[in-house]
């Protein structure tokens, strides 16, 4: 984790990804990834052209939410279904708009944080939140490093239930730059015990492991009555 942070760090100004204290992550404004075929606007938005805040009184508008499912990871920018859409909706005769807040790794906590402080200012008419089912993993993560997601060294803000009430969670989200002191005890940091990917006692070497058959029903227990 350390070599992936240092690196980070070292090369944080080529970086298309970058730190967001209210998002955790997102698309470096008017930069370009995978080779020049992933085009991300003045906003952050992975679009070819930039949009103003409000639409014209004519055109039908709607903005996408999720993760590289709709940022459209791997595809060219006129490959993207959001801009599929876009064009066959105008070709049937509505004047449209479909602007993509997508961003990679996000999960339904991001996607809906990226409309609530940025997609809600663009009114859009239409909101499509886009869910797969990884994203429910996410929502229970705080640090991409122990997602096991390689090269990602940010942080994301998370729900959890206080009292019967969602509260917010590393919001502002913790920077690359205090990632390793965090690390360093993090049996003891405040965010630890929001983590699902990390409990202290897997890598710890407790006298039953000495037998494989405790081992194994050390590990079964766990995986039934998880603490």
């Known amino acids: 984790m350390r070599a992936k942070v240092e690196k980070y760090l070292k090369n944080k ?12 992550w997102a698309y470096k404004p008017n930069s370009v990834r995978e080779d020049g075929g992933f085009t991300i606007n003045g906003a952050g938005m992975r679009a070819l052209r930039e949009f103003a805040l409000q639409p014209a009184s004519d055109t039908l508008r709607i903005a996408l939410f999720g993760d590289s499912f709709v940022a459209g990871a791997e595809v060219k920018d006129d490959e993207v279904w959001g801009y599929k859409l876009e064009n066959l909706l105008n070709r049937a005769g509505f004047n449209t708009e479909v602007l993509n807040f997508g961003v990679g790794g996000y999960g339904m906590v991001q996607a809906f944080l990226r409309w609530r402080h940025q997609g809600a200012d663009y009114s859009p008419d239409i909101v499509i939140f886009v869910f797969q089912g990884e994203n429910l993993d996410r929502n229970v993560n705080v640090f991409q490093l122990l997602y096991g997601q390689a090269g990602v060294v940010y942080s994301r803000p998370r729900f ?34 929001h983590e699902a990917y990390y409990r202290g006692r897997d890598f710890a070497s407790p006298l039953w492991d000495i037998s494989r058959l405790a081992g194994l029903m050390y590990a079964v227990r766990d995986q039934l009555f998880p603490s």
Do not use: R, Y
């Open 13 to 24: 100004d080529e970086a298309t990804i970058i730190p967001d204290p209210q998002l955790g």
């Open 160 to 193: 959890i239930l206080e009292d019967g009430q969602l509260a917010l969670v590393n919001s502002p989200a913790l920077p690359p730059e205090e990632l390793m002191d965090a690390f360093a005890a993090f049996d003891s940091h405040p965010l630890a015990e």
